[in-house]
């Protein structure tokens, strides 16, 4: 279920070395404010998801790097984000078949997601944290058609 239905997705994601460059092409990604306040309501946060969840695993990173610069590094909040972020780049490293570097990137995302789970189960954040740092590596994913 999409979160924030009103903003466009992709027609496709973007697979570097794949064909042209998103920043190239007109509309891919709208352009979205740095918000302040609670980042799990942001628009941000939940356009990421609505990305990630449609297999646009670059797109999601481009976006949440945006919420992530706006962060104090230190709060459990940035540690999230930046766990989101090399979530995405995994899976997106899978597809471009380097499974080596994917393996190694979700490593890095669990451990950051593990650290922070605790204390961000209790709010909003829109993670199925079982799916996303369960013992179990997902299966890689397929892009979108």
Known sequence: MRRLPELPLPTAPFLPGRGPHPRSLPDHLPELDVETGSPEHTIRWRYGLDLFDAGCFWEAHEVWEGLWLAQDRTSDEATLIQGAIQLAASHLTALLGRQ????RLRVRAVARL????RGMESRAWGIDWDRWIGPQPPQTPSPPR
């Open 100 to 103: 080596a570097a994917s393996a």
């Open 114 to 117: 593990t650290r922070v789970r």
